[in-house]
């Protein structure tokens, strides 16, 4: 099926308001992506282009900018949520359970959702056994953690028209690769319904540090702007951000992230929910759509 097959289609002032937890009004739902690159591989994204302009393998300097990320760039997120009590969703390459068991290790302890991200990060459509890939993904997830990952988020958001069916075949019941509303939506698929889950292409630092090259302010800014208008609105909503630790979790940007925590903790009427919980909580409410 192509998506707008799958969707049905729904104005906001469609969406019955049904009450978030606590009574706010607006969840936040922070993503930590993880992944594992391989060095035999043309790198995911680059912060360094080839000095010839034609990519050479290996590409060391690109490869060793994301390793930092998880030899450094992680612990600094894990310390910056945990002094705030705040437990994000972990977009996890299934392979990062075995290549990095520490990060992982870290983030279970500390009572992170895990959420599926491929097996390795390369883009679905570059998959031969697209539902090969996804069953080695859930049952790495699953062994490592001990309980089957219910959400999904395709490396890059990439996906072909059969994955919706072929991840809900596997067990997930949500996917965030449709980003089209501030709240989860119902998609058919050929294996039962799934919902999306409202990620963030906007308030993601990839886009606003690596493509538009905004400073370490802009995710912050964006992130209040966001979270005032969507609390001004009429209904609960559901705000995700994206962050990779090999981008903020660097020393110049970590601070401003920790300062964006502290001022969305702060308004009125949000909470911070993982994705499984926003999930729950939607099938619950009665919406159709």
Request: hydrophobic letters at 45%; glycine letters at 8%; charged letters at 20%.
């Amino acid at each position: 099926m192509r998506p707008e097959q799958r969707l049905r289609y729904a104005a906001p002032q469609d969406r019955p308001p049904a009450a978030l937890p606590g009574g706010a009004e607006l969840a936040i739902w922070p993503v930590v992506n993880v992944e594992h690159w391989l060095i035999d591989n043309p790198m995911p994204r680059q912060v360094l282009s080839p000095p010839t302009g034609a990519a050479l393998l290996p590409d060391v300097a690109n490869w060793a900018w994301h390793e930092y990320g998880m030899r450094v760039g992680f612990w600094r997120f894990l310390d910056a949520f945990a002094k705030r009590g705040i437990r994000p969703t972990l977009s996890i390459n299934g392979n990062v359970c075995h290549e990095y068991p520490r990060v992982a290790q870290a983030a279970h302890d500390a009572g992170w959702e895990f959420m599926g991200h491929g097996f390795v990060q390369v883009p679905t459509h570059r998959e031969a056994d697209q539902r090969a890939m996804i069953a080695r993904t859930v049952e790495a997830i699953t062994r490592f953690t001990g309980a089957p990952p219910v959400g999904w988020l395709g490396p890059g958001l990439t996906e072909t028209l059969e994955t919706p069916d072929l991840l809900a075949e596997a067990g997930i019941r949500y996917i965030a690769d449709f980003v089209v509303d501030d709240l989860p939506a119902r998609l058919r698929t050929s294996a039962g319904e799934v919902l999306t889950m409202p990620y963030s292409v906007e308030l993601n630092d990839i886009p606003i540090a690596m493509i538009q090259h905004h400073d370490e302010q802009e995710l912050p800014r964006r992130a209040r702007l966001a979270a005032a208008r969507l609390l001004a609105e009429a209904g609960p909503k559901v705000m995700g951000f994206a962050i990779h630790p090999y981008i903020t979790g660097v020393p110049h940007r970590i601070g401003a992230l920790e300062a964006m925590l502290d001022d969305l903790m702060a308004m009125p009427g949000v909470c911070f929910m993982q994705g499984r919980e926003i999930m729950e909580w939607y099938r619950a409410s009665g919406d159709p759509n």
